[in-house]
């Protein structure tokens, strides 16, 4: 196929403008220290409970691997490097980071302002745990800083928004919510996991704290889990490790070795991702079964001129609905080929998913249908495939799902 991106010079002009190609030798060699007592240039899968002590009260640095460990510490500073911050703070999984963020820094009585649109293990850890601990939450349109600044109450200690959001790629203007949040003292997190701080600089914003699932674009194989939070306020960074050491949700070992691998091509693959998103966007946006494109890289995409301003260049995720319905939705996923349906973004295989039955299952259905998580909704993690192979996939599984429309046994009221 020979459908090309029409994007593809203003593409390469944003990438200019962030500089993107800046942070290839930060993501090569941040962290990176031949081990001195082999010369291996990679650091090593210090794969230890515990760390041979000199005296008593005196050592290298780690004491024990739920606290710390080497081949963490070394990922930990390789992702500062990205988000140019001290050390990040590096958890078992996205959601062990999520958790012990607001285990550390929030108690009961506080509230917290959230993203309406936001990943559903959020949604669940605030519905089924955090709720139960006496911390509020408030789910508002964060695209409207109105609406962030009426839902502020006097319990209020932070702001969580998560942009683009998943799946419906919504976006908030960081910097209008940090307008907000400084002059009230409120902390103003941002999941920055669809696009990384290469291509979106929440801490430059104006945001505290920046937190990642190094599942997806991070580590980028499929892989491993992962999370991390980081921070220019070593006070924060100092409470969420002590938190993290309380509570023993520490990334492993070999798992923060394999994520710190894969730092070294995100910007090569974070171009790739972008550029091919943008030319299956185009594509899926003139096909006349599909009734709907979600893309901040599209001339329609509703913010298109706040993601042309705050980002690099507008990563690997976007969501589609087709003319038919639900039932053709289910059809195309259940029809593809090249792509994979699975629950994971960010990796280098294109993956598909069905969000009301896979990630936000347990997201309430009256609180799907208001924020636009609809039943025929289909979430596409473009991968580093050639483009025009992907789309050839997605091509036939609409045939598929077009015929299947068409030969569909009517219901007993209809005969």
């Known amino acids: ?14 990438s200019k403008r962030f500089d993107l190609d800046s942070h290839l030798t930060g993501a090569v060699r941040g962290g990176l220290r031949a081990d001195p007592a082999t010369g291996a240039l990679l650091t090593p899968i210090y794969q230890s409970t515990t760390y041979q002590q000199e005296a008593v ?26 988000e140019d911050t001290p050390p990040a703070v590096c958890y078992a999984t996205g959601m062990a980071a999520i958790s012990g963020l607001f285990l550390a820094l929030l108690k009961s009585g506080d509230h917290v302002v959230l993203s309406d649109v936001v990943y559903g293990g959020t949604v669940r850890l605030f519905d089924q745990v955090l ?39 919504k976006l908030t203007d960081v910097e209008a919510i940090a307008a907000i949040t400084r002059p009230a003292g409120l902390l103003l997190v941002v999941d920055n996991t669809f696009l990384t701080p290469l291509l979106l600089r929440p801490l430059d914003l104006g945001a505290d704290i920046s937190m990642l699932s190094t599942t997806k674009y991070i580590e980028g194989h499929n892989a491993t889990v ?54 299956v966007a185009e594509w899926l946006e003139q096909h006349p079964d599909i009734s709907r494109v979600y893309y901040p890289g599209l001339a329609s995409f509703p913010q298109h001129e706040l993601a042309e ?41 294109t993956l598909i998913t069905h969000p009301v039955s896979m990630t936000h299952s347990d997201v309430p259905r009256e609180m799907r249908e208001r924020i636009g998580i609809t039943e025929g909704l289909v979430r596409l993690s473009v991968g580093l495939e050639d483009p025009r192979d992907i789309i050839a996939d997605l091509s036939q599984a609409l045939d598929v799902a077009r015929r299947s429309e068409r030969v569909a046994v009517p219901s007993p009221q209809e005969v």
């Open 226 to 279: 992962g999370g991390s939070v980081a921070s220019r306020d070593e006070k924060i960074l100092d409470r969420l490790r002590l938190i993290r050491k309380t509570l023993g949700s520490i990334q492993s070992p070999h798992e923060a070795w394999l994520t710190a691998r894969g730092i070294k091509t995100l910007p090569l693959r974070l171009q790739q991702h972008s550029r091919g998103a943008q030319v």
């Open 309 to 349: 301003r705050q980002h690099a260049l507008h990563g690997g995720m976007l969501s589609f609905e087709l003319k038919q319905g639900a039932d053709a939705g289910i059809a195309l996923m259940n029809a593809v080929r090249l792509c994979v349906l699975a629950e994971n973004l960010g990796a280098a295989e």
């Open 1 to 14: 196929m020979s459908f090309q991106s029409k994007n593809s010079d203003s593409n390469s002009t944003r």
């Open 57 to 82: 009260g005196v050592h290298k640095g780690h004491t024990y691997s739920r606290a710390s460990n080497p081949t963490v510490s070394a990922l930990e500073e390789a992702l500062g490097v990205l």
């Open 131 to 169: 709720g139960h601990l006496g911390i509020e939450s408030s789910f508002v349109d964060t695209a409207n800083p109105a609406a962030v600044k009426a839902a502020i109450r006097r319990s209020t200690r932070m702001v969580f928004i998560e942009t683009p959001a998943n799946p419906t790629l």
